[in-house]
């Protein structure tokens, strides 16, 4: 059983479009993220969300916009596509937030043309 | 602000030995701090969590050390092995309760037979 799953692994898509990413864990955590890593493979949190709370990297454009229709998901919407969002975003969980593991899904790569 | 480095950026050994990743950190004031592996193509694995209040941990042939005051740790690797090829990255918590991590670039190991 996958614990963090997401989808799709792989999305090629055209500049100015409306895309949406799916994250789905079922390991009953409370807290989930989502990271990009960059051409470079750097590594850097765009958000974190429990049901009380979303926390948003000031760097993130507001394109980009988390949705969570219940505590085992968490989709990502992004708007308006642009290249320099050409990236793997990757989905994690993790229970309780900062003192806890985080667990990471397989990643999306997201090309933009 | 909170700053995640990682050296060397890439280290090639032969099967057997012992080796040594480093990490070091700006901010002491961390929860704790996680030590991932990243396999090309894949997600993050998770491989030991150190909390703040803890010196170091072990799990296998890894040992993870801690030392806040001088915001620095190692991950220890005992007898490499080919499968250990990969990029290990650590993180730290920070900005809340909620655990977004900071990552450094990481260290990408190259084990040969």
């Known amino acids: 059983d996958t614990a963090v799953s997401q989808t799709p692994k792989y999305l090629v898509t055209q500049m100015g479009n409306d895309k949406s990413i799916k994250c789905e864990q079922n390991?009953?955590?409370?807290?989930m993220y989502w990271y990009k890593q960059d051409s470079k493979k750097f590594l850097k949190i765009m958000f974190s969300?429990?049901?009380?709370?979303?926390?948003i990297n000031e760097t993130v454009p507001n394109r980009f916009s988390p949705k969570s229709p219940d505590k085992a998901h968490l989709n990502l919407h992004i708007n308006s596509l642009e290249l320099g969002d050409s990236a793997v975003y990757f989905c994690?969980?993790?229970?309780?937030?900062?003192?806890?593991?985080?667990?990471f899904g397989d990643g999306t790569r997201l090309s933009i043309l | 602000k909170q700053e995640v480095t990682q050296i060397p950026a890439a280290l090639s050994v032969p099967e057997g030995e012992n080796l040594v990743l480093n990490c070091s950190f700006t901010?002491?004031?961390?929860?704790?701090l996680q030590w991932f592996r990243q396999d090309p193509g894949k997600g993050l694995t998770s491989l030991l969590l150190?909390?703040?209040?803890?010196r170091e941990q072990t799990s296998g042939r890894l040992n993870a050390s801690l030392d806040k005051s001088s915001g620095r740790s190692t991950l220890y690797i005992a007898a490499s092995q080919p499968g250990d090829s990969a990029t290990y990255l650590c993180?730290?918590?920070?900005?809340?309760?909620?655990?977004?991590?900071?990552f450094g670039k990481g260290t990408k190991l190259s084990v040969k037979p």
């Open positions: 994690a969980s993790s229970q309780g937030g900062a003192n806890q593991p985080q667990h």
């Open positions: 390991l009953g955590h409370d807290t």
């Open positions: 969300y429990n049901n009380k709370e979303l926390i």
């Open positions: 901010d002491s004031a961390i929860y704790n």
């Open positions: 150190i909390q703040s209040s803890q």
């Open positions: 993180a730290v918590p920070y900005g809340g309760s909620q655990g977004n991590l900071i």
